[in-house]
Each structure stands twice: as structure tokens, then as C-alpha cells.
């Protein structure tokens, strides 16, 4: 894995950050089929990475041995699909162990290097895009156009998540909590909002009102495509 550091395509970059369970995932990918913008789950990448560390059976949470083997994890991360080591991965990183142990690994220093790294380069090459994670708009694209900071009560994040998973509210509730605490208190990257982003609490509102706010804001802003059904599949890897 290599990564270069670039600049370039911020300006048309629509950030939206936000903890686990606000919506950024599914606001995001309906963003940017709507504006034409291409797509990147930047949360995908670090959970590929997660999986390409657990299938090393190596401990997450050891970061000289996960920085060792960082190199050697081959991940494509595109619109809709994620391979890790050349093996289709898309379900498997949302498994509940690649889930349990992801914030370990995004708190490595060596990681968030590599992958900031990484997004940027995608932005460079696609000259901005839609972009969801926790760090977008403070780390990998400071200068984007559009910054959303996504958010909603921690029951209703658990309420979300569970419903996608099956698991049980109250388990999933305490696994947020955990999660928010491990990705705000990081020393690489924080999860904090930018300040000069719009924060938007999705807790009493439907996917559809939050889709609308964000694309009056690209319109407003004038940084989508003239035409939405140009967007493509694009990966980073």
C-alpha cells in the first residue's frame, strides 16, 4: 500500500462527517447519486484494513505489529463493493468482529497516515466528490466546498444500527458509546467537528429531508455535476 499527499480537489469536496450510526453512509451514497459526484466510504477503507488484521491473527490493538504489516494488506474499496487481499470483502467488513475492533485500528497512527493519504490521492483524481467519515473535514480535506457534520441521539443511533444488524438495542447502545469515546478521544484524527461545518441532527429527521439539505447546499455552492447520471464507479486502493 502507498499513499501521496495532495491538496488538490478540495474546493469540490462535499465532506460529511458524524459517529457511528448518524446516517453518514446512507446520506452520503444518496448525495452523491444525486449531485454526480463520485463516492468514497473512507470507513470502508479502515474496516477493510481491520479484516486484512484480523485475518493475520494479529492483535488490533498492537501497533508496531499492525504497522509492520499495513504494506502487505491489499484493499479496493469502490461505490458499492470492498476487496481485501483479492477476496471480495463487502459483507465481511461489516462483521461484528471487524466492527468490535475497528476503532483500535483507525486510532493507529501508521494507518491514518496511509489512508489519509490514500483519500486524497482519490480526491486529486476525481476532482472532489462526496466523502463520509469522521476526519473529512478537519484532516483529509480541510478545504472542502461543503462540510456536514452529521449527528442524532445515542438511542437513535443504536435504534438504526440494531435494525440493520439484528443485534440487540442496548448492547448496541454500549457499543457506541464505546466506539464515540475511542474516536474522539484519539490522539491521530479525532472525531470532532470542523468548525467551519454545518452540523445537521438527524435524530427527527427522514433520510430524504437530509438528502435535500445537503444537495441545495452542492447546488447553492455550484461544485455537482451538470449531470447526475455521469457519476461512476470509482476505487481507491
Known amino acids: 500500500m502507498s499513499s501521496e499527499s495532495t491538496e488538490t480537489g478540495q474546493e469540490r469536496v462535499v465532506a460529511i462527517d458524524g459517529p457511528a450510526g448518524s446516517g453518514k453512509s446512507t446520506v452520503a451514497r444518496r448525495v452523491a447519486e444525486a449531485s454526480g459526484l463520485a463516492y468514497l466510504d473512507t470507513g470502508a477503507m479502515y474496516r477493510a484494513i481491520t479484516l ?31 476487496v481485501v487481499d483479492g477476496a471480495a470483502a463487502t459483507d465481511a467488513i461489516r462483521s461484528a468482529s471487524v466492527t468490535q475492533n475497528v476503532s483500535a485500528v483507525a486510532a493507529n497512527p501508521a494507518v491514518r ?6 483519500q486524497q490521492q482519490w480526491i486529486a483524481q476525481q476532482g472532489g466528490g462526496v466523502l463520509e467519515g469522521r476526519d473529512i473535514g478537519t484532516v483529509v480535506a ?23 444488524t439484528g443485534g440487540n438495542i442496548d448492547d448496541v447502545e454500549a457499543d457506541i458509546v464505546r ?49 447526475p447520471e455521469s457519476a461512476t464507479e470509482s476505487e481507491v486502493n
Open 142 to 164: 480541510p478545504r472542502a466546498g461543503i462540510k456536514v457534520f452529521l449527528t442524532a441521539s445515542t438511542r437513535e443511533r443504536a435504534r438504526r444500527r440494531a435494525l440493520e
Open 113 to 118: 497516515t496511509a489512508l489519509v493519504g490514500l
Open 179 to 227: 466506539r464515540d469515546q475511542l474516536d474522539s478521544e484519539r490522539a491521530e484524527s479525532p472525531l470532532r467537528k470542523a468548525d467551519d461545518a454545518r452540523a445537521v441532527d438527524t435524530t427527527e429527521y427522514t433520510i430524504d429531508e437530509v438528502v435535500q439539505l445537503i444537495t441545495s447546499m452542492i447546488e447553492d455552492a455550484g461544485i455537482g455535476s451538470e449531470s
Open 52 to 82: 486484512g488484521v484480523l485475518n493475520r491473527e494479529l492483535d488490533p490493538s498492537d501497533r508496531d505489529a499492525v504497522a509492520a504489516a499495513l504494506p502487505d494488506i491489499e484493499i479496493e474499496v469502490g461505490r458499492t463493493t470492498v
